[in-house]
């Protein structure tokens, strides 16, 4: 899967750049698609926007759904003893996504927080 985690430009996705590639390589696995899909948006708004695009190999949700209960757990048995804490990692990363008053974070972002910044690890 490809997607964004916040939501898109207006100008969108540029397909010829990663179509062109894929009629040259037809064999591509589905992972380098998206590698060439993610590749051809970041070169379109350059490195410094602040733009995001990910390719998600969904085998492994199972996996990372897993572990993200097991997170929520750990964090939920803390709360009492770390939660300023938690709150502090929490609100150390970047929000995406502000739809309807949620705010998204990386989870990534969120677990390298509270291994600097807590006892609670991931």
Request: aromatic content about 8%; charged content about 20%.
């Amino acid at each position: 899967m490809v997607g964004s985690e916040e939501n898109e430009p207006g100008d969108g996705w540029n397909y010829a750049a990663w179509l062109n590639p894929l009629m040259t390589h037809p064999n591509a696995t589905a992972a380098d698609i998206g590698k060439m899909a993610v590749n051809a948006y970041a070169s379109q708004y350059g490195p410094d926007s602040n733009l995001t695009l990910a390719a998600i190999d969904l085998k492994r949700i199972k996996g990372f759904c897993d572990t993200f209960g097991q997170l929520a757990t750990v964090l939920k048995e803390a709360g009492a003893q770390e939660g300023a804490c938690i709150q502090t990692a929490r609100a150390s990363c970047v929000e995406y996504g502000n739809n309807g008053g949620f705010h998204h974070v990386d989870i990534d972002k969120v677990c390298r927080e509270l291994q600097t910044r807590c006892k609670t690890t991931c």
